[in-house]
């Protein structure tokens, strides 16, 4: 799961960007990465919740009661106990595994339905063309690809740095 969302930020932070105008950088990227942190942290907790929920629910009963795979093992005392409870954990990964996966497909599904929507105009007036949207800039503002994303992996938290360009009379 840590791969798939090292590999897709990139791309949904392209389409935040890209997707409002040059003026408004600054709070596309605040909605973005409080909108990433919301979604992580609820998918954590939902996630768990499952996982657990099920966990709990399909263990043997010398196991009962016991919240966490080391202390199920250590409360049972066969080989055959011990077996369940290691496959009552296997079926708790695949059941919060596939709720995820089932959730991602669902996201997608209603985004590419809203993206449709949007491409034909459905229930808007005519859409305008991308020229036409963007409002004039101001002179020292910065433009959408010199908004710079910096994420500090080791607290998860993320920054926001804004760097301008080296020669300020280029512009």
Do not use: Y
Not at 26 to 47: C, H, P, R
Not at 141 to 166: I, K, M
């Amino acid at each position: 799961m840590g791969t798939g969302c090292a590999l897709a930020n990139p791309a949904i932070v392209e389409a935040v960007m890209s997707a409002i105008p040059e003026d408004k950088a600054g709070a596309g990227a605040g909605i973005d990465g409080t909108m990433t942190e919301v979604g992580t942290s609820l998918g954590v907790a939902v996630l768990g919740a499952v996982m657990n929920s099920r966990f709990t629910t399909l263990l043997p009963a010398t196991a009962t009661g016991a919240a966490s795979l080391p202390a199920a093992q250590s409360a049972t005392h066969t080989p055959a106990d011990r077996a369940a409870v290691l496959d009552a954990f296997t079926s708790a990964i695949q059941t919060s595994q596939l709720a995820g996966a089932t959730a991602v497909l669902t996201g997608g599904c209603i985004t590419a339905l809203l993206l449709w929507r949007a491409e034909r105009g459905v229930g808007a007036g005519p859409l305008l063309p991308r020229s036409a949207r963007i409002t004039a800039r101001p002179p020292n503002a910065l433009s959408a690809h010199e908004v710079n994303w910096l994420h500090n992996s080791t607290s998860g938290a993320r920054s926001f740095a804004l760097c301008t360009r080296a020669d300020a009379n280029t512009r």
